[in-house]
């Protein structure tokens, strides 16, 4: 498995997921929607399993001597390494923020939502809804990847109301 996972991070990971975990920096920005942290982090991970599809990477997978089953698991293990990368990210500047920078007149007449453990809850609601629909999604045919990411943005969208 770890070797599955080693191939998941080196060779089929697009170098935007790796650059959208910064992202999670986007919870100190006053007056914006800091939710979308977390989606920016989700769609890294799509680009990746765009990538992944572009470069035939599933069928390269299959062809391993390995369980389909491990497959699986090796690109959703993937995905929740990046998720938690980004979501650290969030812990670490809403702890930040809610210490530090509690005083700041910006964050205190912050019309929008406000970096607290609030936030990180919903941050972990939208990772989870993006496991659900877009990677459960994904693998019904492991090919097709834009209608389940159609429908992840908009329970997204539906959340953030």
């Known amino acids: ?44 991970i799509f680009q990746s ?5 572009e470069a ?11 369980s389909k089953a491990d497959i699986v698991r ?3 293990l993937f995905c929740i390494f990046i998720e938690m990368f980004g979501f650290a990210v969030m812990v ?14 910006v964050y205190r007449n912050n019309a929008l939502m406000n970096a607290n453990l609030i936030f990180l809850g919903f941050a972990l609601l ?3 809804c993006f496991n659900a629909i877009f990677i459960c999604g994904f693998f019904k045919t492991a090919y097709n990847y834009g209608k389940p990411f159609i429908i992840y943005l908009i329970v997204f969208l539906l959340s953030l109301v």
């Open 1 to 44: 498995m770890s070797r599955l996972l080693k191939k998941e991070f080196r060779l089929s990971a697009s170098l935007l997921s790796y650059l959208f975990i910064a992202f999670g920096v986007m919870t100190l920005i006053p007056g914006y929607p800091i939710l979308l942290g977390a989606f920016f982090v989700s769609f890294g």
């Open 49 to 53: 399993f765009q990538t992944a599809r």
């Open 56 to 66: 035939n990477d599933i069928l390269y997978s299959a062809l391993l001597p390995i």
């Open 74 to 76: 090796g690109k959703f």
């Open 92 to 105: 670490i500047m809403t702890m930040l923020r809610m210490t530090v920078l509690a005083d700041a007149v």
């Open 126 to 128: 939208i990772f989870g």
